[in-house]
């Protein structure tokens, strides 16, 4: 069994986390984790895409300035789903 402890920070990667890609790519809001499988969220421009990745391909984001920026910008996608 694959361990799901994001070894950066020794616990486990949960929904609302921010993640990206080990080898490199967008920044990425989890929306769910079910075994190995992490479904993420990311914009590309105004565009919401979504993917399914293996828990081993991603690692939390630690740069607070670019988790400041996601977040806010995440929050705002949110909001405007309501209308």
């Excluded at 790519?25 to 190995?36: E, L």
């Excluded at 977040?71 to 949110?78: A, D, F």
Aim: charged share 30%; with cysteine; proline share 4%.
């Amino acid at each position: 069994m694959t361990d799901d402890i994001d070894e950066a920070n020794e616990r486990p990667i949960e929904p609302g986390d921010l993640v990206c890609l080990k080898s490199s790519g967008p920044q990425m809001v989890v929306r769910s984790v079910q075994g190995d499988d992490v479904l993420t969220e990311w914009f590309d421009g105004n565009t919401i895409c979504q993917h399914t990745f293996k828990i081993f391909s991603i690692e939390r984001n630690t740069d607070e300035s670019l988790v400041s920026a996601s977040y806010i910008g995440y929050i705002e996608s949110e909001d405007d789903k309501d209308v």
